[in-house]
């Protein structure tokens, strides 16, 4: 009986700290969907079911007539000569006082946020995520980026609470 005594003290201490939430993500006070628009390679993730078996992964976002963005995401099976697969999406900005908090709907069934929390001056990289920090993605207009800048995107997710044990470099390859 002790046992189950100091057992349940401990789950009782260990339950607020559990239930603490990260701070949302301090995203970019300025985002120009037309200047975002065009090709991100992956350059590093999170490992996901929708996307861990992808290799010379990249978004491809272009405006919609009804000023929506839509989004096509795609990459190789297992290799970068494995076969090609892709998955479409369509974004927003809900909140125009927010420009880089987007949503993004995936197969007309959910919507998933897409927090672009650091981005280059000339949009030539991006560092996006989601509040819970179970998702990171760093995006680059090119399939490599310097090890500096890889750096300071790892910088940026530190600072935003991200552990970044899981982050798996992206294998890419030009297209």
Known sequence: ???????????????????????????VPVLD???????WYEIARFQHSFE??????TAEYALRDDGRVSVLNSGFKRTLDGKYTKA???????????PGA?????FG????????MGLG?????????????????????????????LERMRAIALDQGYELSGLYLVPQKER
């Open 52 to 57: 861990k078996t992808l290799v010379g992964a």
């Open 109 to 116: 069934l959910f919507t998933s946020d897409y927090l672009v």
């Open 121 to 149: 001056e000339d949009y030539e990289w991006a560092v996006v995520g989601n509040d819970d920090r179970e998702y990171l993605w760093f995006l680059a207009r090119t399939p490599e980026v310097s090890p500096e800048l």
């Open 102 to 106: 987007l949503k993004v709907k995936f």
């Open 1 to 27: 009986m002790k046992t189950i005594a100091v057992m349940a003290a401990l789950l009782s201490l260990a339950a607020p700290l559990a239930a603490q939430k990260l701070p949302p993500l301090e995203t």
């Open 88 to 98: 479409t999406a369509v974004a927003w900005v809900p909140d125009p006082a927010r």
């Open 33 to 39: 969907v037309n200047r975002y628009l065009g090709r």
